[in-house]
Each structure stands twice: as structure tokens, then as C-alpha cells.
């Protein structure tokens, strides 16, 4: 089945030390989303590839970064995590608008992976 | 920009009960809305959505919404909830036309079905 996977599900790490996490999706879409969702909160955009090109949001710390690598794989680099951190990371996947039948409205479902939970000790 | 806006952050309900959940919007564009569900632990499952049409909306499960556009609302509905509808449900907006799609999620409504 195509679909978006996530790896690990489940992530601990030390305040200040480096962790990647990483997203792969079978679905060969052309758009790649991060999400940071804290407890009892909704998701939280970070930033998204439409194909290499990087699109980060204005309220994004420095301290995340992004990898694309080819349409298969992005990365999610924290580079000095803090306690703040601590939250259900979510990668998701999409066509780019693109008009159906008829010029129909543009279709571009979002495709979510299990997220990774990230615990900073 | 857009803001949505999750009237009830927690709903008890009984099994078998009917279920609404309330969803209003703020946009000085069009939107596409959207309803997602969140099983613990898990990642987000897409119910339904609104792009054109009938305002009328059916999704998986036996949920459905509908869209009031001067009330600005998607409240979604289903008529008779079981015990694995326990779960948060987000609504989110993307306005139309916009490259990538950005959803705009809602607080999340945690509906508990009790037996």
C-alpha cells in the first residue's frame, strides 16, 4: 500500500544534542510537509518542500532545518533541542494544486505518517 | 490569513448517541475545509472534506458536515457514535488556489464514547 511512514515513532534525546527524524512516502508526491504538534494542541506547519524547493514558515526557529534529498525522503534536523521541543512530530504528503475534471477546484489532500514522538531529556 | 476556531475542546457522549462537533472559520479568501481524525498515538486521518458543491459533505465511518458559508461553518455530524470514535478530531481550512496547500487547524475536539 502507498503510504507515509515514519521513522522512529518513538524518540529520546539529551537537551542540546542533535536528532534527525525521518519521513519516506511511497506516494510520489511532489509535496512534503513537518508539522510540530505539542500536547493538546492542533498541528503546527514548519515548513514544507514543493519538490527541492524549501518553503519555511515566518514563526519557525532557527533551530529546525530541513532536508530533502530526493521525492521519497525529507528530514527533520533539530539542532540543539530543548524541553520546549518535546512534542508528536508529524510529516505529510501532497500533490500540488493541480484543477480536476473540467476545471474543477484544485484537489490536494493532505497524507499523514504516524508522526514521531520526541522526548528531551 | 485564516484562523479556525473548535467550539467544544472535550465531548462526552454515550454509545450509540448522535454526535456534532462545532467548526467556524475566519478567512478574507475562499477556503477548501477539511475534517481530520487523530487516534492516540497515531497520525491524522482524513474524514472529509469541502471543496466545491454540495454543502452537504459525506466521509468515511458514517461521519458527515456541512458547510454554511454566511455562518462560516463546517460542523461535523455523525448520527450514531461507537465506542471506536473515541479520538480528537481537528478541522482545518486551506485557502484556495494556494500552492502547497497550507492547512490551518482548529484547537481539536476530544470526543470520549462511553458505553
Known amino acids: 500500500d502507498a503510504m507515509v511512514i515514519q521513522n522512529p515513532r518513538y524518540q529520546v534525546t539529551q537537551f542540546g544534542k542533535p536528532v534527525t527524524l525521518s519521513c519516506s512516502q511511497t506516494l510520489n508526491h511532489n509535496v512534503m510537509y513537518w508539522y510540530q504538534q505539542k500536547s493538546s494542541q492542533a498541528p503546527k506547519l514548519l515548513f514544507h518542500y514543493y519538490d527541492k524547493d524549501f518553503n519555511n514558515e515566518a514563526d519557525t526557529p532557527d533551530n529546525f532545518q530541513s532536508r530533502r534529498p530526493n521525492t521519497s525522503f525529507c528530514f527533520l534536523d533539530i539542532r540543539s533541542p530543548g524541553l520546549g521541543d518535546a512534542a508528536m512530530y508529524l510529516c505529510a504528503t501532497s500533490r500540488p494544486p493541480s484543477r480536476g475534471l473540467a476545471g474543477g477546484p484544485r484537489t490536494d489532500t493532505q497524507y499523514f505518517g504516524p508522526g514521531t514522538r520526541l522526548t528531551v531529556l | 490569513a485564516q484562523s479556525v476556531t473548535q467550539l467544544d475542546s472535550q465531548v462526552p457522549v454515550f454509545e450509540e448517541a448522535p454526535v456534532e462537533l462545532r467548526c467556524n472559520y475566519s478567512s478574507s479568501v475562499s477556503v477548501y475545509l477539511f475534517w481530520y481524525v487523530q487516534y492516540p498515538n497515531q497520525g491524522l486521518q482524513l474524514l472529509l472534506k469541502?471543496?466545491?458543491?454540495?454543502?452537504l459533505v459525506k466521509g468515511i465511518n458514517g461521519f458527515e458536515a456541512e458547510f454554511n458559508k454566511s455562518q462560516t461553518s463546517f460542523h461535523l455530524r455523525k448520527p450514531s457514535v461507537h465506542i471506536s470514535d473515541t479520538a480528537e478530531y481537528f478541522c482545518?481550512?486551506?485557502?484556495?488556489?494556494?500552492?502547497?496547500?497550507?492547512?490551518?487547524f482548529g484547537g481539536g475536539t476530544r470526543v470520549l464514547v462511553k458505553p
Open positions: 482545518a481550512v486551506s485557502p484556495v488556489g494556494a500552492a502547497g496547500n497550507k492547512l490551518t
Open positions: 469541502y471543496l466545491s458543491g454540495s454543502t
